[in-house]
């Protein structure tokens, strides 16, 4: 009995180094089943790099209201890469959100705020995977676990034509474009 004793009292004074270890930090990178993109958990807390009310890629805007608040996050250590080279690395996702605009609504006597949520994307880089280097997803509104790739040409060739940098709208986003 005063062994066992003994032996418990050493094991609680006793440092055990793994039971101290914190779990590894969950993936903020892209993670694929086969094909399907998984959808992100945690995107929230990745850096913000930009938000906008209205963008639209539309010749003639739809509706008379302002249009969509837009989110966009960028996994952290794409931001942080791109901070210290000005090159997004593979490996690097933007997730889009996009809020219906709602108004007027107690308290509020005017402006605009977040209604729903209307849509949620991403887009990755991965020139192993991507012939193109980036590819482009949709999770119906976050409805889904996964998703496919959109076909190439639905979102690919307009960022090449028009974005900023290495196919991403960074003109749009201040935490990137500024310095």
Not at 1 to 16: D, E, F, K, N
Not at 33 to 43: D, I, W
């Amino acid at each position: 009995m005063r062994l066992v004793l003994t032996i418990s009292l050493a094991m609680a004074v006793i440092p055990l180094p793994w039971l101290d270890e914190a779990p590894p930090p969950p993936a903020t990178g892209p993670v694929f089943t086969g094909a399907a993109l998984v959808r992100p958990e945690g995107y929230h807390t990745w850096p913000l790099v930009g938000a906008s009310l209205g963008l639209s890629y539309a010749e003639t805007p739809q509706g008379s209201g302002p249009g969509a608040f837009h989110r966009v996050y960028v996994n952290p250590s794409s931001y942080e890469a791109y901070g210290r080279t000005g090159t997004f690395p593979d490996g690097t996702m933007f997730i889009l959100e996009l809020y219906a605009a709602h108004e007027k609504t107690a308290p509020a006597k005017g402006g605009f705020f977040e209604g729903p949520r209307v849509g949620l994307e991403a887009s990755v880089k991965d020139t192993r995977r991507f012939k193109s280097g980036w590819a482009y997803f949709g999770f119906e509104n976050g409805a889904r676990a996964t998703a496919t790739a959109f076909p190439e040409g639905r979102c690919h060739s307009c960022h090449v034509d028009h974005a900023a940098r290495d196919s991403v709208f960074v003109q749009f986003y201040p935490t990137l474009r500024d310095p």
